[in-house]
């Protein structure tokens, strides 16, 4: 059986990816990271997708705090809200971490490594996205390249793919595959700013990139959200 | 002032690299990592040289214990002793731990974008080295790529440079050009198994390459290693 290192974060993207991994017939190794963003409860979603997706394993890897700094997500800055999309279309919104996929793709590789797993699945997405750098297809074929100069793995022989499935969908498109694929869209979590009560937002950049996935796609959304205020 | 990361690890390498530099008239950010090496004295080494080569900033990242594995530095796994020269210069050895080099490499571009500094550098030798697929020139060469690709510094225009000065040099130039810059040589620790009091084993891959460096440099090494035994 071929297996797959999967991340997973929790959002509609990561488990549509795992399950298009599954789906291809991948025995799948689901990935987390508590890396203190503010949305930690999406890693309650990533362990509940991955039980119900059937990854053979998840792990969720603690990354130092010290390391990310300067992001919307990890540090005491405003998530942006009401943001049109024009807005959200137009540059590297204050949401960016630094080098954030360049570290998971990299302990991930350590993990494929180890398994060993020759694929890893990512389920980066440059059309409906937040703009950033790191969810390109040419990060994503330049981090492959390295992946199989860097490794033991790779000298010898043993190649590593890194899937992107979705870099070329729109999010109505990543809704329709994740219904198809059967992925309880209840499970999943996109929002970076979160309720108390764990209800998204609705006004963050991810929450409304989804809600206009699933307007486009004619599918209703599942999850909870804040009520709307005049 | 411009500013660099520089990966420290404890080592001569790193050490040089470090002093190399602040000699091009870098302010240095010095970066090492705690991921469970059996080897953990080399952090205090790290700490020592940051302080003498005047970092302006020493960070020790955690790397989570689940990542690395299989390795004979972080696992129970014996280290090979007493290879000879032809030995260590075939293949890779089991002291090779999974994607080090990339999880570091990346933490420091994390690191860099925040500061932010446009310069990484990376004590790696491929010459009297241990076969590392992640300490070649090419390796090197990917890495930076990607880190231009990967981050918003990089996207808008800040260009990141990843230096790795000792890329081809021999060990004993390594120890000369540590001299000439006045390392503090009883400060670094390069050895895989160090006795319980600290005591280099003399015996491993890394003792021996240093030990090489030091006699062809005609320098002597001023730490303290175990008695040879016949």
């Known amino acids: 059986m071929k297996h797959a290192v999967v991340l997973l974060s929790g959002g ?39 039980k119900s997706l059937a990854a053979k394993e998840h792990r969720i890897i603690k990354i130092d705090n010290q390391i990310f700094s300067g992001s919307a997500l990890t540090d005491d800055i405003d998530v942006p809200k009401s943001r049109s999309e024009k807005e959200i ?14 570290i998971f793709l990299a302990h991930a590789l350590a993990w494929a490594e180890t398994i060993p797993a020759g694929h890893i699945f990512i389920g980066a997405n440059a059309i409906d996205y937040s703009g950033y750098p790191d969810c390109r297809p040419e990060f994503i074929a330049l981090f492959e390249m390295l992946a199989n100069v860097a490794t033991k793995a790779g000298v010898e022989g043993a190649r590593v793919q890194i899937h992107a499935p979705l870099i070329k969908f729109s999010k109505a498109e990543i809704v329709r595959k994740a219904v198809e694929l059967d992925v309880d869209l209840s499970l999943t979590h996109s929002c970076y ?23 486009e796609a004619a599918v209703t959304d599942p999850i909870k959200y804040a009520p709307v205020r005049p």
Do not use: M, W
């Open 193 to 215: 700013d979160p309720l108390p009560d764990g209800r998204a937002c609705g006004k963050c950049d991810s929450c409304q990139l989804r809600q206009k996935g699933f307007g």
């Open 89 to 102: 279309g137009a540059g590297i919104p204050v949401t960016y971490v630094p080098a954030r996929n360049t």
């Open 12 to 50: 509609l993207d990561s488990a549509t990816a795992l399950a298009i991994a599954r789906s291809q017939g991948y025995e799948t190794y689901a990935l987390s990271f508590d890396y203190g963003q503010r949305h930690r409860q999406e890693l309650d979603a990533a362990r509940k997708i991955a």
